[in-house]
């Protein structure tokens, strides 16, 4: 990692995969990918089980990349209740892993992940991969999507971490 360049997280939960995105922001602004990928768990297996490999996956990345910071998106959902519950237990995991590794926590909404990457809230998911594509300057848009919305989320913590910053410094 680069002198004073921050490492970010940005973690997209879910039960059946957790998304995340690992990203070094330099002090210009830069964003340098250094890993993403998805945690899958086993969808037969009871989901005490599906969550405890969550965890111990998640904990494995966090002693793997220590975080200086990481964002996590918000629970949204219209109106399928079993999904949100299912997505809430993950989160639920995700930010107590997080807590336990010390590590400090935002949440976004998927507007406010879409407003920072793509420049407006009624962004599609195609636009949005093209925009995560562009700031990380890949050579192809990141699959599958649930590593894509974690990256676009890390992108939207940094942006919202060094903002903080310079207005903390600004007085």
Do not use: W
């Not at 494995?60 to 996590?72: C, F, K, N, S, T």
């Not at 989320?153 to 903390?168: F, G, N, S, W, Y």
């Amino acid at each position: 990692m680069t002198e004073d360049a921050e490492l970010v997280l940005g973690i997209d939960p879910g039960t059946a995969r957790t998304g995340y995105g690992l990203l070094e922001h330099g002090p210009s602004g830069e964003l340098r990918l250094v890993a993403y990928g998805v945690i899958e768990t086993v969808p037969d297996r009871p989901m005490a089980q599906r969550l405890l490999q969550l965890e111990t996956e998640l904990d494995r990345i966090l002693r793997e990349h220590p975080p200086a910071g990481a964002g996590v998106e918000k629970l949204y959902f219209d109106r399928n209740v079993s999904t949100a519950l299912t997505v809430g237990q993950a989160r639920g995991v995700v930010l107590l892993t997080l807590a336990r590794h010390a590590v400090e926590v935002e949440e976004y909404t998927p507007l406010e992940v879409k407003q920072a990457v793509a420049g407006h809230g009624a962004a599609d998911k195609k636009q949005m991969q093209s925009m995560v594509r562009l700031l990380l300057n890949l050579d192809e848009e990141p699959r599958p999507d649930d590593a894509a919305d974690a990256l676009a989320v890390a992108i939207c913590h940094a942006h919202t971490r060094r903002t903080r910053q310079r207005l903390e410094e600004a007085g």
